[in-house]
């Protein structure tokens, strides 16, 4: 073999080499985009999974803070009824004590007048 051909093949060797270092990084890098695009759309898709249950969260707390404003109301509307209802026992409780002494009055004048007549 000659000098020229040494030289060829070494030059060819050279840039085979080159060439497969190259492929290489090429090769290394479409995997970590790939991992990179697997990882993103693995993280994309937690977040997605993260706010929906978020938004579950917050419907379920609104309805119950709706349901809670509901029975203040129907506590509030309880409480009235209550009072309007002693008052009523009140009023009732004095016309009983009204009509209680006049039925004592009225049974005193009727003893009066049976002993009267007797």
């Known amino acids: 073999m000659d ?13 085979l080499g080159t060439i497969a270092t190259i492929m290489g990084i090429v090769g290394k890098y479409k995997n970590n985009k790939e991992k990179e695009t697997s990882e993103k759309l693995d993280t994309t898709t937690q977040f997605t999974r993260i706010n929906v249950k978020i938004d579950t ?16 109301e129907d506590i509030e509307q309880i409480k ?24 004592k009055e009225i049974e005193g004048l009727m003893r009066g007048i ?3 007549r007797y």
């Open 114 to 116: 049976n002993d009267e």
């Open 57 to 72: 969260m917050s419907d379920i707390i609104m309805e119950l803070i709706h349901k809670n404003e509901k029975c203040i």
């Open 3 to 15: 000098t020229e051909t040494t030289v060829s093949i070494s030059f060819v060797f050279a840039v």
């Open 80 to 103: 009235k009824n209550l009072v309007l209802a002693n008052e009523r026992i009140e009023n009732l409780l004095k016309e009983n004590g009204e009509h209680s002494k006049r039925i």
